[in-house]
């Protein structure tokens, strides 16, 4: 093998190397770009539970208030 076949060899081993650790990098960062959208699917998911968790108790208070308020209008209308 000639000294020119030989480099050019060599630089076609070296680039593949180069591309091998460049997608290496991109499954790296392409985890931690899942990990982090799912952190934020999570997060979203707590904020709706507990959205929905104080609107429930919101639509409990709005009930006794109502109830209380009726009690009180009939008391009123008795006297």
Same mark, same amino acid.
């Given at each position: !093998?000639? +000294?020119e076949? =030989?480099?050019?060899f060599?630089?076609?081993l %070296?680039? @593949?190397?180069n !591309?091998?650790?460049r %997608?290496e990098n !991109?499954?790296i960062?392409?985890?931690?770009?899942?990990?982090?959208? =799912?952190?934020?699917e999570h997060?979203?998911?707590?904020?709706?539970?507990?959205?929905?968790?104080?609107?429930? +108790?919101?639509?409990?208070v709005?009930?006794?208030?109502?109830?209380?308020?009726? @009690?009180?209008? =009939?008391r009123r209308?008795?006297?």
């Amino acid at each position: !093998m000639d +000294k020119e076949t =030989k480099q050019m060899f060599e630089l076609i081993l %070296q680039k @593949l190397n180069n !591309m091998e650790k460049r %997608q290496e990098n !991109m499954e790296i960062r392409q985890d931690e770009i899942y990990s982090v959208v =799912k952190s934020i699917e999570h997060s979203n998911n707590v904020r709706k539970a507990e959205i929905d968790n104080l609107i429930y +108790k919101v639509a409990h208070v709005e009930g006794t208030i109502n109830g209380v308020g009726e @009690l009180i209008e =009939k008391r009123r209308s008795i006297k």
